[in-house]
C-alpha cells in the first residue's frame, strides 16, 4: 500500500469537493495511474460540512475504505477549520492546501502543524468570485494541489475540465485553475 497516495478534500454540501475529487482522479487515470473517487455525507443537505476522497496509485487500489491517514488535505472553505479537525490523520510529512488569504502566522499557530508537515494556501474564493462570479472553489483548489503536490500533471486536469464542462464554463475554470496553480504558496 506504499504506492497508495490518499487525499482528502473537505468542504460543505454544493461547493463541489467530489466534483473535484472526480476531475483529479481523472487526470490521474488520463495519465496510466489506477484511482478512486467517492464523497462522504453526512446530512445530505447544501452547506452541511462533508469530506471527498482520491486514491491514485501505479498499482490496481484493492483497498475500498475511507481514507483515515492522508498524505494531502485540501480545505475548500476556510470556516471548516474551526468547524471540524481536518487535520485528522494526516501524515507526519503531510500536506494541507487551504483556501484562504489569511497571515502565515495565524494560519500556522491556529492549525499547529508538525515541523515536517507543509502549509499551501490561495485566495481562492476571491480568484474564484473574481473568475466566476461566484464563490465556488473546487477547481481552484485543485491547481493549487497540483502544485503543492504534483500528484498529476496541470495538463491532465486542464484536459478533464475540457470534458466536464462546455463553453465558457470550461474556459473560466481553466482560467481558475491556472491562476490558482500560479498563487499557491507555500508558507
Known amino acids: 500500500m506504499n504506492n497508495i497516495i490518499e487525499i482528502r478534500f473537505h468542504g460543505r454540501g454544493g461547493q463541489g469537493a467530489w466534483t473535484a475529487t472526480q476531475l483529479l482522479?481523472?487526470?490521474?487515470?488520463?495519465e496510466g495511474k489506477y484511482v478512486q473517487s467517492f464523497p462522504s455525507f453526512g446530512p445530505e443537505r447544501a452547506g452541511a460540512p462533508m469530506m471527498a476522497f482520491v486514491?491514485?496509485?501505479?498499482?490496481?487500489?484493492?483497498?475500498?475504505?475511507?481514507?483515515?491517514?492522508?498524505?494531502?488535505?485540501?480545505?475548500?472553505?476556510?470556516?471548516?477549520?474551526?468547524?471540524?479537525?481536518?487535520?485528522?490523520?494526516?501524515?507526519?510529512?503531510?500536506?494541507?492546501?487551504?483556501?484562504?488569504?489569511?497571515?502565515?502566522?495565524?494560519?500556522k499557530n491556529s492549525l499547529k502543524l508538525k515541523d515536517q508537515q507543509e502549509l499551501w494556501?490561495?485566495?481562492?474564493?476571491?480568484?474564484?468570485?473574481?473568475?466566476?462570479g461566484r464563490d465556488i472553489t473546487s477547481t481552484a483548489m485543485i491547481g493549487a494541489l497540483v502544485k503543492a503536490t504534483g500528484y498529476v500533471n496541470l495538463d491532465s486536469v486542464l484536459k478533464q475540465v475540457q470534458k466536464r464542462f462546455s463553453g465558457a464554463i470550461a474556459e473560466k475554470n481553466i482560467v481558475l485553475i491556472k491562476r490558482s496553480y500560479e498563487e499557491a504558496k507555500k508558507i
Open 25 to 30: 482522479a481523472m487526470s490521474a487515470l488520463e
Open 55 to 107: 486514491r491514485i496509485s501505479d498499482q490496481p487500489i484493492k483497498l475500498h475504505s475511507d481514507i483515515y491517514n492522508p498524505h494531502s488535505v485540501v480545505v475548500l472553505d476556510p470556516t471548516l477549520l474551526t468547524a471540524v479537525n481536518v487535520l485528522d490523520g494526516i501524515q507526519s510529512n503531510g500536506k494541507l492546501v487551504v483556501n484562504s488569504h489569511e497571515s502565515a502566522s495565524t494560519l
Open 121 to 132: 494556501t490561495v485566495p481562492a474564493s476571491d480568484i474564484a468570485i473574481e473568475i466566476l
